[in-house]
């Protein structure tokens, strides 16, 4: 009989089940079990654990609320492939909003050292390298969003002199395919702002108009801020709708 | 040995848990358990239900989770008293911002014809009767929100003529006491706009003054809605945080 592998131990402040589901994040992040691949069966991770049945079932459950692993009906549990990047639309309504994914023109690329602000939010030394984008969504040809981000050049290097003709309108798939950074969580703090003349003549509107203003700090499955990025937009198209209990 | 009084129905699509849950929640919006009181023991909703105490438990948490009832360690589990009524500021952040509630000031109330999107948002015909209110809120004497608000007077009668000098700063506690209207669940769309010549005046704004304006439609525990609100603020003050996973 073989001892099980990986024996739990209970975490003071966590219940049985959270203390599990903190130790199979762990392999997870560990990388274990790569974004996208099923997890083995529960039976088999009941084994490795040393519990019951029903106590793997509920920090699976727990693992899935916290949006860190998916169950497919029929096929399995899987481990989430990250956020799609289309997100940022869920804070604006464009009349020629019809569902579609906004293209995107990459306006600007350079590697440059990161301001003091990025540099603390990507938790990275002051002065130290990023790749700066200068990026533009469109929906049905017209300007929408104009944003700006920021990504560590240790990640992110092979995306800093290629071809950009290559490049997605989803940025998130891409950074998974081509550097195997998964974003799996991020941070949205929306405020109110007027757009400077470079973002203004970028969206076709007139400098000092009001725009909604999105700051992002995006997260991998392991905690890092991978991302940091600010989106403007016309204000008076913005809308987001919360419900509190 | 007495039967169970309220045995299960299994619903199609639901788990057992999920059904139980649907149940129970089906004996606090009958007013079985007014909010603020205690659930009878675990073992004895249980019986009551002719389920194991494990998926009772499992049901509670459920319960829990969408804000129905509290678990307060030690003492038991009791339906949720409902929102304070605070929550607009999580949508703000003024410089005076000391976390202590606003004070509340009622400009203005009337009895109206509710308008035809106010009635519609209250489930109400066009036309009927509502009480409609303007609002101030203001933070260390300085005046921060508008807000306008639309209440159906069946329910809100005797709040349409009493001395408004007894009014508190929050009102949905007072809602709760005095006209035993619990506000359980509240949606708030957030948009941008500009001042009104009077919202303006009220804010010691210019008008035209950028602002945040939140719509708020709020329910009680049977999911009717009782409360149609605007409320409006300094748009460079609005300040929200979304985490997406």
């Not at 209970?10 to 392999?27: C, K, N, T």
């Given at each position: 009989?073989?001892?099980?592998?990986?024996?739990?131990?209970?975490?003071?402040?966590?219940?049985?089940?959270a203390s599990l589901a903190q130790a199979l994040r762990a392999r997870v992040v560990a990388?274990e079990w790569?974004?996208?691949?099923?997890?083995?069966?529960?039976?088999?991770?009941?084994?490795?654990?040393?519990?019951?049945?029903?106590?793997?079932?509920?920090a699976?459950?727990l693992l899935?609320?916290q949006?860190f692993i998916?169950?497919?009906?029929?096929?399995?549990?899987?481990v989430?492939?990250?956020?799609?990047?289309?997100?940022?639309?869920?804070?604006?309504?464009?009349?020629?909003?019809?569902?579609?994914?906004?293209?995107?023109?990459?306006?600007?690329?350079?590697?440059?050292?990161?301001?003091?602000?990025?540099?603390?939010?990507?938790?990275?030394?002051?002065?130290?390298?990023?790749?700066?984008?200068?990026?533009?969504?469109?929906?049905?040809?017209?300007?929408?969003?104009?944003?700006?981000?920021?990504?560590?050049?240790?990640?992110?290097?092979?995306?800093?002199?290629?071809?950009?003709?290559?490049?997605?309108?989803?940025?998130?798939?891409?950074?998974?395919?081509?550097?195997?950074?998964?974003?799996h969580?991020?941070?949205?703090?929306?405020?109110?702002?007027?757009?400077?003349?470079?973002?203004?003549?970028?969206?076709?509107?007139?400098?000092?108009?009001?725009?909604?203003?999105?700051?992002?700090?995006?997260?991998?499955l392991a905690g890092?801020?991978?991302?940091?990025?600010?989106?403007?937009?016309?204000?008076?198209?913005?809308?987001?709708?919360?419900?509190?209990?």
């Amino acid at each position: 009989m073989n001892p099980p592998l990986h024996l739990l131990r209970s975490e003071p402040g966590l219940s049985r089940y959270a203390s599990l589901a903190q130790a199979l994040r762990a392999r997870v992040v560990a990388g274990e079990w790569p974004p996208g691949s099923a997890l083995p069966a529960e039976s088999q991770l009941a084994n490795e654990h040393g519990v019951a049945l029903g106590t793997m079932r509920r920090a699976l459950e727990l693992l899935a609320e916290q949006g860190f692993i998916e169950r497919i009906h029929g096929k399995g549990t899987f481990v989430r492939q990250g956020l799609t990047g289309a997100t940022m639309l869920r804070f604006f309504r464009f009349d020629s909003g019809t569902g579609e994914v906004p293209k995107s023109r990459i306006l600007q690329r350079s590697q440059v050292s990161a301001p003091a602000t990025v540099s603390r939010a990507l938790g990275m030394g002051a002065g130290e390298p990023v790749l700066r984008l200068h990026r533009l969504r469109l929906m049905g040809d017209q300007p929408r969003l104009f944003e700006e981000l920021w990504l560590p050049l240790d990640l992110f290097g092979p995306l800093a002199d290629d071809d950009l003709s290559t490049w997605e309108d989803l940025l998130y798939p891409m950074f998974a395919r081509r550097v195997q950074v998964h974003v799996h969580r991020a941070v949205d703090d929306i405020g109110f702002s007027q757009l400077s003349a470079v973002q203004a003549q970028h969206l076709a509107l007139p400098p000092g108009h009001p725009c909604a203003q999105v700051q992002r700090s995006a997260f991998d499955l392991a905690g890092r801020c991978v991302e940091v990025r600010t989106t403007s937009g016309d204000a008076h198209a913005f809308h987001y709708t919360v419900t509190i209990t």
